[in-house]
């Protein structure tokens, strides 16, 4: 049992032997492992070693500035000699050659020659000048003995000394010598430290410029992260776009590819250059492989933009730092600055930050607006920003609709005159006859004698793809919906896009997912100021912001959706917009509900208060007196052309055509009648109530009796 192991186990008592028993098993001991092999064993320890992250990271180092030393002597060796000849000429011509422009390349041609003739001069120069220079050396050194000998002839008279006749010549001479064996004592060391200090220029001139392989430098620029934008780096991502034309003319110049570029200019988040292309390359070859051209450069496709300027077969990209466009901008002035005013006719609304990181601001003087985008990108908070700061101008008045109807506008109750918030097709009825009721206030204003001032009327509809669509008629079997010449909504809007602007009546609209059916095409061109979130397809970018914006490098179809929200593609004469461009992309601000609010309640205080209707009422009789005092509200008076207004507002068929006289018809004799304040005719809120009350008093006494 030496070699064995023993296990013992106990059995259980069996049922007919009450003696319990003991059972040896005998388990044969596991066989020996078989020894490792030495030379296997130092393999593996080679090969961990080997392959270790700190032996790759030391070994990547070593090549790393190995290569850099190797590569900055190229680089100076390379300028020496285009310093010495006409290499950089010659590339410079044949870039231009390339290029197809042949103007320029005549002038480097002129430039090349000159070099030359130059250089042929000091050549020439070259065979006389030793006999020059020989002279030269043998009269300096003549004339400085002479000038030492004549200082120690006077040295000597002064000193009544002979000998001092040669201490100045002799202390020269005693000075070189010196100088020879300071050079003996350093010229040793010199032959040693001066290879040493040429390697360490050109490892210097190698580090500046990255002149290794890419694997051999370090994980973040391996990885391109944070990788500069520079010359270099933009001739290969254009290069390699996969254009024949394009990839023949670059490797035709080389180096000199780089003469393609203008200055890369910092540009807010990002940098900006412009690109003049080889001959036989379009524009729109370049913006058609945006993606590409974005990998290549190490950028996230909506990084890089493609826009095209004035300047002929040029594009001009702006390339974001890695990361950048993906942090929030900050917040709106409105919410930030309490003491902030607006200015419908001189200002601008601060809407966000373009891609240069300037302030993009917005006029909204007499401009038709129209925002789309596909839901939830942040359309509808875009376009309530402009409202807010417009309200804060008291003399703009609202007519809102808000065909979504979740709350989003419900901070203008008691800012605007009308606000009607809801989704159904009784929704689209009330807001199509607010839009005629507009109509009719620009008639009016239209057949006012010329000259007449008019406040602004901003007529707004969100979600107004809801009213294109609706299906109901009325009863003369007029559609509210479509966008035919019977339509009621499209029409009222096509008259106010043609007309409304000349007397500050302004349609605004907002809309998603756009299409012929849902957007009109008269509807979209008819706005001034057209912007547009994020869409899936480059049809519905050129409903949205027309052919020459897209044509012009507005891609709204590649914002990311969800990723880009609040991001928009403006085509506008109303913001600023860099030269040679058709559209700019701005980042708006996020203004929630309760800054919303906030920035409404300010609004609200600038002015004398705003009775809001939220229903309009159709079809029954009217109260005049009473319809009277509830647009006057509760300001204290109101002129008597804005109680007018408002009247057409509240109900165009029973009020449309009033004029002062009916006005006054119906508060003579109420003591409500208007009066003169400030020199103008108004409507006193107090008289009114009164007028109501004694009406009220007046009928109980007549049911009374």
């Known amino acids: 049992m030496t070699e064995h192991a023993v296990s ?18 005998v388990v044969p001991d596991p066989a020996p492992a078989t020894p490792i092999p030495l030379w296997v064993r130092s393999g ?5 070693v080997v392959t270790h992250e700190t032996t790759k990271t030391v070994v990547r180092a070593a090549a790393r500035h190995g290569l850099y030393t190797v590569n900055g002597g190229r680089i100076v060796a390379r300028r020496t000699w285009d310093g010495k000849t006409g290499a950089r000429y010659e590339r410079m011509l044949r870039a231009a050659e390339a290029a197809g422009n ?26 006389h000048s030793p006999v020059d220079v020989a002279k030269g050396v043998g009269v300096g050194v003549g004339m400085s003995i002479g000038v030492l000998v004549a200082l120690g002839v006077v040295m000597a008279i002064n000193n009544h000394d002979i000998t001092d006749v040669i201490t100045p010549l002799a202390a ?20 040693t430290i001066g290879p040493l200090l040429a390697l ?13 392989p890419a694997w051999v430098m370090p994980a973040n620029v391996r990885n391109s992260e944070g990788e500069p934008i520079t010359p270099s780096i933009v001739i290969k991502a254009l290069r390699d776009l996969g254009i024949p034309a394009m990839r023949k003319a670059i490797t035709e110049m080389g180096d000199a590819g780089a003469s393609m570029l203008g200055p890369i200019r910092i540009a807010g988040c990002g940098v900006e250059v412009d690109v003049t292309l080889p001959s036989g390359v379009s524009t729109n070859e370049v913006q058609q492989r945006r993606r590409k051209l974005a990998e290549n450069l190490t950028r996230h496709e909506h990084e890089v933009f493609i826009t095209i300027p004035q300047a002929a077969r040029t594009v001009r990209l702006w390339v974001a730092d890695s990361g950048a466009l993906d942090e929030p901008i900050g917040p709106s002035p409105l919410v930030t600055d309490e003491s902030m005013t607006a200015d419908y006719a001189k200002g601008r609304a601060p809407w966000g930050q373009d891609l240069r990181g300037d302030a993009a601001a917005l006029s909204l003087y007499q401009r038709h607006l129209l925002i789309t985008g596909l839901s939830n990108q942040g359309k509808t908070v875009a376009l309530r920003s402009l409202a807010l700061w417009l309200a804060l101008d008291k003399s703009v008045r609202f007519l809102m609709g808000d065909l979504k109807g979740v709350g989003d506008w419900a901070m203008f109750d008691g800012l605007a005159d009308t606000l009607i918030q809801g989704p159904t097709d009784e929704h689209v009825i009330q807001v199509t006859e607010m839009v005629e009721g507009a109509v009719d206030e620009m008639n009016r204003r239209i057949m006012a004698p010329p000259g007449t001032q008019f406040p602004p009327l901003i007529v707004l509809v969100d979600e107004a793809q809801v009213a294109f669509m609706c299906p109901v008629k009325d009863d003369e079997k007029r559609p509210y919906g479509g966008s035919k010449a019977n339509s009621r909504y499209y029409m009222a809007v096509r008259k ?27 509807v979209r061109e008819g706005a001034h100021t057209r912007a547009s979130l994020a869409l899936g397809t480059e049809s519905q970018a050129r409903m949205a912001l027309g052919d020459k914006a897209v044509d012009g490098g507005a891609a709204p179809n590649l914002l990311r959706p969800g990723l880009d929200r609040g991001t928009l593609v403006v085509a506008s004469d109303g913001i600023a917009i860099p030269a040679g461009q058709a559209s700019i992309t701005v980042r708006t601000h996020y203004i929630d509900d309760d800054g919303a609010v906030a920035i ?28 009277i005092a509830s647009v006057v509200g509760t300001a204290e008076r109101v002129r008597t052309k804005d109680v007018l207004s408002r009247l057409g507002t509240l109900n165009a068929d029973a009020y449309g055509g009033w004029s002062f006289i009916d006005l006054k018809r119906v508060l003579d004799g109420t003591g409500a009648e208007p009066y003169k304040s400030d020199g103008v005719m108004v409507v006193g809120r107090d008289r009114l109530a009164r007028a109501l009350a004694n009406r009220d008093d007046e009928g109980s006494a007549s049911a009374a009796g």
Request: charged share 30%; proline share 4%; net charge neutral.
């Open 200 to 212: 360490l220029g050109m490892w210097a001139v190698g580090s500046k410029q990255q002149a290794a």
């Open 8 to 25: 013992l186990r106990k059995a259980t008592e069996t049922p007919d032997e009450g003696a319990s028993v003991t059972t040896l098993t």
């Open 44 to 48: 593996r320890a080679v090969k961990t």
């Open 496 to 522: 106010i896009h043609n007309q409304g602007r000349a007397v500050n009546v302004l349609m605004w609209q907002g809309t998603q997912d756009p299409t012929n059916e849902n957007l009109p095409k008269l």
């Open 172 to 191: 020269t001479i005693e000075f070189i010598g010196l100088l020879i064996r300071i050079v003996q004592v350093v010229w040793g060391p010199a032959l």
């Open 102 to 127: 042949y103007e320029v390349a005549e002038e480097w041609e002129e430039r090349l020659q000159r070099f030359r003739d130059a250089r042929h001069r000091r050549r020439m120069d070259l065979l």
């Open 600 to 627: 409404t309640d300010r609004a609200k205080a600038l002015r004398d208060g705003v009775t809001t209707l939220t229903v309009i009422e159709r079809g029954e009789d009217r109260d005049p007196l009473a319809d």
